[in-house]
């Protein structure tokens, strides 16, 4: 690792201020980017923790039923804390990593990051997820930009994300047998005025909404609503873990057993 | 009825209270007053021509103490090959050197070009990144087929071409093996890949090389499964330097499974950077480095044929295997594909014609060499894959296929060049059965078939060469080394006994196991007993452990060893007794005259050894002996695996619901430790079925290049495992009847594993006959729907 | 340099580190409990994991100024107030748990923190529970078991002792 500075304030406030400093760089529970450090693939001049900051930290109930989840949330205490209101995201937190993993990682480094392979896009773009950020606040269908690519400028922080409660949902992840990311993820989840289908793992582009499944259920939700739909395996990952043709082959899978999980 | 002490007993492990507490002092754990670090600059490309490399601005940095680069090893010896292949014409090998630093070439991703010696580890590293290279790049030489044609880019210019032997085992005459199959009943021909793996140890590699002005003395920790064995190898072949003058430790080592067994680089360059800098000089690997400067394992191409009568008899076997060696030949590597691999292919069967051909491919990849099993999981995949194959086409059932052609009458010669002293296939076999409830299969198959599932039952045999191995004749073959080991046993004046030993423990238990065997034979407590290994200074001159060796050979050094001590003691207390040393018998820790009541103790008898007032003046005075054991053949643990899995239809992942293993090890001392073994090499060999790939593009990249892209088995990839080792036909020719443990179940299960998801896809009306492993659930979706 | 102070196995510990230095690090190079160890750079292994604040964490995933203020334990403060093992090391020997011994650290640390939150797990559990930490000796067979008997639960009937 290059040497860098560490900073741990205890307000946004300050982690704002920390981040404006020349190639400050935020750090949530660091499960990606201190590999990525001892890599040196990373050269940041102050590294700004962000689990020091109270006003980030936590799950709570909104008002009209949502869950907004502090964005240095831990995995672990999303899988517990969110297991009443959302049991499919907690679902989705209690597989992220493993347990270590989980103690340390957080909700916002997730998203910020955008791995392509990430469980935690799939939850927040099929759930329709606000993500807050200290300026403003962005819809997930505005925020994954493609591979480790998100809407947030520069020292821009997630300081929380808040989630509306479909009446169901499930997560479906075939792990990478390696990393044990999503080699294919697919969240669906059902609204009352419609069904949102995202899938992770999958494509060149990142995190995506399957329209066409989408649009199948939202006319009839059955099991064999995706007869006949097929996603195209051109764009997507092929690699040593799977090909292009049987990521595409997974995704249909992965979201009738998702469909299945919501019946 | 389990003893509960000495051979046969599962004492609990005493190493493990160190290990359970943290108090373990493994290499990485030892720091030397003043040590610098050294990070090694290695080729981010497979395959080019250095132009030129300067240091000049990393040797002003801060904290650098020398950067080194390959013009300080020119006149250096290069890391040697201990093992001479003769090729089928009689020529030898080519045999191209492998310096410390790259010279000239870089010849695969991770070949080290450069080393800095720094204050500090990170020094190093800036350092390193602002030394200045030139390398222009040049094609990289992946595919073993292209790279044996004429016209091929040569990884090393000075050979003639990229094999480095044509190599031949069994029968030599073309046209008798074409005959044989020209007349058979029924031939099966199967193409596979034996997939390349790394070890993986959970302990990285480590080296500390210190160097003592004073005394020009030099010491090297290191990660070695054979301190011995690298201290010749580095004093005699590399650096030139006086063995009595070079200590070697290896401390506790976190797991080898071969990868630790070879002489590496980066010991030979601590060694020598700790004399140029005047400083001890540490390198810790990390896993990334670790992917990229362990030796590999396995990497295989082969066909196979085997050829039935119309009574399914096997009548002739003839294999052609591409082996990847690398850029380099590695200390055994030369070994594995030809010794340990084509004197296995008889497998457990009486066929009589084989013939077994080998072309060993240099690459621009990172060395192949020995990893757990070397060359004899090769043997067993091909085999009895293909075995499982013809049951398939035939109609036939693969035990009954099996059976029928298993070798019953020993010792058998096979037609390449084994004995195998001792054996009961179909016993085992029946203890297979028996303890895997095949009987239960069908059942089993419908209720996951109820569950949508796919259920197959793969059954493989395997045997093995361990007790590694008869000087006289691995000299024959092309070692260049014995593969005796020693023993020492040192009866302390209160009776307690170190027992300094050749074998370096690294998971194997040897600290418990070891004393059982001593404490047995003189009847007293297992505590009694310690066992020294792992520090050159302190043991006796041994070849350290791999190839399933420890018990086999260096446990009958110590047998003979303690033999003599008793021997010794016999004739002191004879003298005590005032009795004829003939009417002398040990038994319990009490000498005692036979036939009569007088006695005395073991420790009045090692007092007496080391206090020798009342002494018989014609014995020496002290308790000691040494004795180096030669074995006088293999021996050949040999055994039947099962395994079930579920293949969901839908994804193609493979599941192993069931394994149980039956093998046969001929005496067991420890059975806890025994069953241990089995489980480990059970879970590598399911990984190496179901999950690991060490994988190149076509540019020589490194793909899978860490462990979030080379997948390791993990908790919840494997059950729980059935191990039997009831079925027991001990060795004939060492002292314990012992035939080793370590690799049985690294060489038994992928088989099992492969031909159990062939059976399960078949089972659904898939007609598919072959998947290379990893079987991922991508290639099993592939296998389904092509 | 900055100063670093925390609670290790009860003992309050301080020292002067870098930004990059890792808890791992710390703990190894500063203050020689070197039982816990370093298996990779990806956080993929486990064999340094510790507890921090009472949670398992893989300590070469973290930076030792992130455990500024925190109750740490290792491996090292595993053991009864006796030095004999507790009851999760006793069954890590018992049943035979560890080979090399290199991964075991960090298997026993989550084993602790495993059967804190779950005190009697199903052998599927214990499997799921143990997913960030490799071991490359025993096939996992005796760990399972040995967590499994820990908790207080029947091994007898496993294949195998």
Not at chain 2, 3 to 11: E, N, R, V
Not at chain 2, 148 to 169: E, F, P
Not at chain 2, 300 to 320: C, M, P, Q
Not at chain 2, 523 to 543: A, C, L, Q
């Amino acid at each position: 690792m290059y040497n860098f500075e560490f900073e741990k304030p205890s307000t946004i406030a300050d982690a704002v201020s920390a981040l404006g400093g020349e190639d400050a760089q935020a750090l949530g529970g660091g499960q990606t980017l201190i590999p990525t450090l001892k890599q040196r693939l990373a050269a940041p001049s102050t590294l700004v923790s962000l689990g020091g900051i109270p006003d980030m930290q936590g799950v709570c109930i909104e008002d009209d039923g949502s869950v907004a989840i502090g964005g240095a949330t831990t995995h672990a205490t999303v899988a517990s804390e969110a297991a009443s209101n959302y049991p499919a995201l907690a679902a989705l937190a209690g597989q992220i990593g493993d347990p270590a993993v989980r103690n340390r990682g957080t909700i916002g480094g997730s998203l910020a990051n955008n791995d392509p392979a990430a469980c935690y896009p799939a939850g927040a773009l099929a759930s329709g997820a606000t993500i807050i950020t200290n300026t403003r606040q962005i819809a997930a269908d505005d925020f994954f930009e493609g591979m480790f690519t998100t809407a947030l400028d520069e020292g821009e922080i997630i300081t929380s994300v808040n989630f509306p409660v479909p009446q169901a949902a499930s997560y479906q992840k075939f792990l990478q047998p390696a990393s044990r990311f999503a080699l294919v993820g697919v969240y669906l989840a059902r609204f009352a005025d419609g069904v949102r289908v995202a899938v992770t793992g999958a494509s060149e582009d990142g995190v995506f909404r399957w329209s066409e499944a989408e649009e199948a259920l939202n006319k009839e939700f059955r099991q064999d609503a995706l007869t006949g739909l097929n996603i195209n395996p051109a764009n997507m990952i092929g690699d040593l873990h799977g090909s292009k043709e049987y990521r595409a082959h997974l995704v249909s899978v992965m979201t009738k057993r998702a469909i299945e999980a919501c019946m | 009825m389990p003893k509960d002490s000495g051979i046969g007993a599962s004492s609990k492990r005493r190493e493990d209270v160190r290990f359970l507490t943290g108090a373990g002092n493994y290499t990485d754990d030892i720091n030397v007053h003043g040590q610098a670090y050294v990070h090694f600059l290695r080729s981010d490309i497979a395959h080019g021509r250095i132009k030129s490399i300067d240091t000049s601005a990393a040797e002003g940095m801060p904290g650098v103490v020398k950067v080194f680069t390959g013009k300080d090893f020119e006149g250096v010896g290069g890391m040697p090959c201990g093992w001479e292949v003769t090729d089928k014409h009689g020529a030898p090998m080519q045999e191209p050197p492998h310096p410390i630093l790259a010279q000239g070439k870089v010849r695969h991703v991770g070949d080290p070009i450069a080393a800095v010696v720094a204050d500090s580890l990170e020094q190093a590293r800036d350092a390193a990144e602002v030394i200045d290279l030139d390398i222009e790049e040049l094609p990289a030489v992946m595919n073993m087929k292209a790279a044996a044609q004429d016209g091929s880019t040569l990884v090393h210019d000075d050979l003639k071409n990229n094999i480095c032997y044509d190599w031949q085992l069994g029968e030599t005459d073309d046209a008798k093996v074409d005959e044989v199959f020209a007349n058979a009943a029924h031939v099966t021909t199967l193409d596979l890949v034996n997939n390349r793996l790394v070890a993986n140890p959970m302990e990285p590699r480590v080296a500390v090389g210190e160097y003592k002005r004073g005394t020009d003395e030099y010491t090297l920790f290191t990660t070695s499964q054979n301190p011995h064995v690298i201290r010749l190898l580095m004093c005699a072949f590399v650096l030139g330097l006086p063995e009595h003058k070079v200590c070697v430790v290896a401390p506790d080592v976190g797991g080898g499974f071969g990868t630790k067994i070879f002489h590496y680089a980066e010991e030979a360059f601590c060694t020598f950077a700790a004399k140029a800098c005047n400083r001890p000089v540490k390198w810790t690997s990390s896993r990334s480095e670790a992917f990229m400067s362990d030796a590999h394992g396995r990497d295989h191409v082969s066909k196979i044929e085997l050829a039935l009568d119309a009574d399914n008899n096997f009548i002739g076997l003839r294999t052609n295997t591409y082996a990847n060696l690398g850029a380099y030949l590695s200390t055994f590597s030369s070994s594995v594909p030809t010794w340990l691999h084509g004197t296995l292919m008889a497998g457990n069967y009486k066929t009589p014609v084989i013939q077994v051909n080998v072309k060993a491919m240099f690459t621009n990849t990172v060395p192949v060499d020995a990893y757990r099993g070397a060359g004899r999981p090769e043997a067993t995949y091909q085999l009895e894959r293909v075995v499982d194959k013809a049951a398939r086409e035939l109609g036939v059932d693969p035990i009954a296929l099996r059976r029928q052609n298993f070798v019953t009458q020993f010792p058998y010669d096979t037609p390449v060049a084994l004995t195998y002293d001792t054996g009961d296939y179909n016993g085992t076999m029946d203890k297979l059965e028996a303890a895997a409830d095949l009987a239960g299969f069908a059942a089993r198959r419908a209720q996951s078939e109820a569950n949508g599932k796919l259920r197959g039952l793969g059954v493989n045999c395997y045997i093995e060469a361990c007790g590694i191995a008869p000087s006289n004749i691995v000299g024959m073959l092309g070692a260049r080394a014995g593969l005796y080991d020693a023993a020492t046993v040192r009866v302390n004046a209160t009776g307690s006994i170190s027992v300094m030993v050749g074998a370096h423990s690294h998971g194997q238990g040897h600290e418990t196991a070891f004393p059982q065997v001593v404490a047995d034979m003189i009847g007293i407590d297992e505590s009694m007993v310690e066992i020294v290994h792992g520090d050159t200074s302190k043991i006796p001159f041994g070849m350290g452990t791999y190839g399933s060796r420890s018990l086999a050979v260096c446990g009958s050094a110590m047998v003979k060893a303690t033999e003599k001590v008793i021997e010794k003691a016999k004739r002191i207390a004879a003298h005590l007794l005032e009795a004829s040393e003939a009417d002398i018998e040990l038994k319990d820790g009490q000498f005692s005259v036979a036939g009569t009541d007088k006695s005395v103790a073991w420790g009045d008898v090692t007092l007496t050894a080391y206090v020798p007032h009342n002494y018989p003046l014609e014995v020496e005075p002290g308790l000691e002996e040494t004795a180096f054991y030669d074995p006088a053949n293999f021996t050949f643990p040999a055994g039947a695996y099962a395994c079930e899995v579920e293949v969901d239809p839908e994804t193609g992942q493979v599941t192993i619901e069931a394994f149980t293993a039956a093998d046969d090890f001929g005496n067991i001392v420890n059975p806890m430790i025994v069953d241990g073994q089995v489980h480990g090499g059970i879970g590598q060999g399911i990984g190496q079925a179901l999950l690991e790939n060490c994988a190149y593009d076509e540019n020589g990249q490194l793909l899978s290049a860490s462990f979030m892209d080379y997948a390791m088995p993990r908790a919840d990839d494997v059950p729980f495992y059935g191990v039997d080792h009831s079925s027991q036909t001990p060795c004939t020719h060492n002292p314990l009847g012992v035939k080793g443990c370590g690799e049985a179940g690294a060489i038994g299960s992928p088989p099992a594993v492969v031909n159990a998801v062939l059976d399960a896809l078949n089972s659904g009306g898939k007609a598919v006959d072959h998947i290379d492993m990893p079987v991922s659930p991508s290639r099993v979706w592939a296998a389904m729907n092509s | 340099m900055t100063k670093v102070s925390m609670t290790v196995n009860g003992k309050t510990v301080s020292g002067d580190v870098e930004g990059r230095t890792l808890l791992s690090g710390f703990l190894r190079d500063h203050l020689n409990l070197t039982g816990t160890h370093v298996g990779c750079d990806t956080a993929q292994c486990g064999a340094c994991v510790v507890h921090v604040n009472g949670e398992a964490v893989k300590s070469c995933n973290m930076l030792a100024l992130e455990a500024d203020g925190a109750d740490v334990g290792t491996i090292e403060g595993q053991a009864n107030a006796d030095g004999s093992l507790n009851v999760i090391q006793q069954a890590f020997q018992d049943h035979h748990g560890l080979q090399c011994g290199f991964c075991t650290p960090g298997m026993v640390m989550s084993a602790a923190a495993l059967l804190k939150e779950n005190p009697r797990p199903t052998e599927a559990e214990v499997r799921k529970y143990l997913e960030g930490n490799l071991c490359r000796c025993t096939g996992y067979h005796n760990i399972v078991k040995a967590i499994m008997a820990a908790s207080g639960q029947d091994v007898s009937s496993i294949a195998a002792e």
